[in-house]
């Protein structure tokens, strides 16, 4: 049997004023040291110990099946050890795996720049609309750790999927060369962009205005990119492929455009794909954001988020479970924000997200926790709201009286109004006024409810843990009900509210604990990097 070590390494602290130490990205073959993107970071971090395995760098990059290969761009070190940095391909052209490496013959894989994975095959599956798939897959094994320059990010275009399925003790991670060497403490953020999936699943707020909302031929634009990629079409189980166990640290820089990237952002993307198990940290922009299509996510950790936490729009249905959502102190917006599709809020298919079982902690002095716009249809099933902040920031806006009062309607893809159930809300001021709302009317609809507490009184430990009085709440049983994208067997009965109770390990492992947030003893450092020795 193989034995697996993995070391994790403290990362570097944020009331330091002494230095990290050297980094460098040696030339291959020259001996020589030629340092690239090396930023003075403010503040600058406390050196970190080195780790008890270090890694040592490849002597080379693997092979990968497209014929482009892995360009060497010599080492890269920090307090984990040495790394072959090995960049990724402009564009995969043919199907190919990023192999997972040992600390004896470490590698980081260089995103630099946009890299996209096949070439658009366009609305259609079926080459009517003129273009074909190319069916590129691009394979990540568990344990890589991939590593973007400052505006670089990785998208996968409409007719190629992704495969990146970590594992909970062995998490894909994808972050920023600072964090590999070592030069981040837990404020860094905006250092890369960020991950992209586009599919063909229906979208609104369409680019053409003669285009149908909803059908083949609307289609949107990737916000934040410098040559944006196309989503949307008519197939709402298309796939993208899959997303799992993977951290995604540090992302959100700002493009030419002066548009940032999320750590993850989908357009359009269908049923088929699946995501679970899913961390964004100290993002510069959202955590998430969602436009159109359909997307399931089951496990779900968005820590440090400058904008909003997770963020939806343009007819998207959208189904979360076991969600933890946590701002750092004085950073962030709103945890939740919902929109329809801008002003064409009748537009078809309308948004739909459900979350259950999940905590929200704001800590940034704001205008509220969670805010619902455009008409926007939502559902809150065993969900705890908390407010840390010093301002009494509200727990939930909900604007246009529809939301509150319009009644499900088919023909509309009108699903009702604003729904929760078995949802605590731990704010000074539960519920305040929107755009042609009132408190007292978000109150009446959150009353209508069963087992809601707007006034419950936060024992959580360990900020996501629940306590007596978050496990007082009986759980609304979601298992069986019919999601958003008219699947019955998404979500399941946790038996609780909240997104864990105590002894739950759902979330240790695959995440990374930082000052904002630890999840346990099985998860290391966001400032550091796990070495594994076989």
């Known amino acids: 049997m193989k034995k697996i ?27 020589g040291n030629v340092i690239i993107n090396n930023p003075a970071p403010t503040p600058t971090p406390t050196p970190t110990p080195p780790a008890t395995t270090q890694a040592v760098a490849a002597a080379d990059c693997p092979f990968i099946s497209d014929p482009q290969g892995l360009t060497n761009r010599g080492t890269i070190s920090g307090p984990t050890g040495s790394y072959r940095l090995c960049q990724l391909p402009a564009r995969f052209n043919r199907s190919s795996q990023l192999q997972f490496t040992p600390a004896s013959a470490a590698v980081i894989y260089l995103i630099d720049g946009q890299v996209d994975v096949g070439t658009d095959g366009g609305p259609a599956a079926d080459a ?29 275009n409409r007719g190629n999927e992704i495969r ?3 594992t909970a003790s062995r998490p ?18 905006g250092q890369w962009g960020g991950l992209i999936l586009n ?70 993307v269908g049923s088929g794909t699946t995501f679970n198990n899913i961390m964004s940290f100290n993002s510069s922009d959202d955590g998430v954001e969602f436009f159109g299509g359909r997307v399931n996510v089951k496990g779900l950790v968005v820590v440090g988020a400058e904008d909003d936490s997770i963020d939806t729009d343009t007819g998207v249905k959208a189904s979360l479970q076991y969600v933890v959502a946590v701002q750092r102190a004085g950073a962030g917006d709103t945890i939740i924000e919902a929109d329809s599709s801008n002003t064409l809020e009748e537009n078809t298919p309308r948004q739909n997200t459900w979350i259950s079982n999940a905590t929200f902690i704001q800590r940034r002095n704001g205008d509220q926790v969670i805010r619902i716009r455009g008409k926007a ?10 407010d840390g902040s010093s301002n009494g920031t509200a727990c939930v806006r909900v604007d246009g009286i529809d939301a509150l009062t319009r009644a499900a309607n088919a023909g509309l893809d009108e699903a009702g109004p604003v729904r929760f159930e078995s949802v605590g809300l731990s704010c000074a001021t539960p519920f305040r006024s929107g755009s042609g709302t009132t408190a007292d009317q978000v109150q ?20 996501y843990i629940n306590g007596a ?39 240790q492992g695959w995440t990374c604990d930082s000052a904002t947030i630890a999840f346990g003893s099985n998860s290391g450092a966001c400032t550091s990097l796990p070495v594994y020795t076989s």
Do not use: K
């Open 5 to 31: 070590q993995q070391t994790l390494i403290l990362g570097c602290s944020l009331l330091a004023l002494a230095g990290c130490g050297a980094d460098e990205i040696a030339s291959p073959g020259t001996g």
């Open 128 to 156: 009517s609309d003129g273009l074909s798939d190319t069916n590129v897959v691009l394979t990540i094994q568990p344990g890589v750790i991939l590593a973007g320059l400052d505006a670089s990010y990785l998208n996968v």
């Open 164 to 166: 990146a399925n970590g």
């Open 172 to 189: 894909i991670i994808f972050t920023s060369t600072q964090n590999v060497r070592g030069e981040n403490d837990d404020t860094s953020s």
């Open 199 to 268: 599919g063909r699943a229906p979208v609104t707020d369409c680019l053409s205005n003669t285009a149908t909302p909803g059908s083949v031929n609307c289609e949107r634009e990737v916000e934040g990119t410098t040559t944006p990629p196309r989503y949307g079409g008519n197939d709402p189980a298309d796939s993208s492929g899959s997303v799992s166990f993977v951290q995604l640290r540090y992302s959100g820089s700002v493009l030419a455009n002066g548009d940032e990237l999320q750590s993850l952002t989908t357009g359009g």
């Open 377 to 386: 249809d939502y559902s809150l099933f065993n969900t705890i709201v908390v």
């Open 444 to 463: 009446t609809q959150f009353g209508t409810g069963s087992n809601n507490n707007a006034n419950l009184a936060s024992t959580l430990t360990m900020t």
């Open 469 to 507: 009085n978050e496990n007082g709440i009986p759980f609304f049983n979601v298992s069986g009900l019919t999601n958003p994208a008219g699947q019955a067997s998404f979500f399941e009965n946790a038996g609780f509210v909240g997104a864990a109770r105590a002894g739950d390990t759902r979330f």
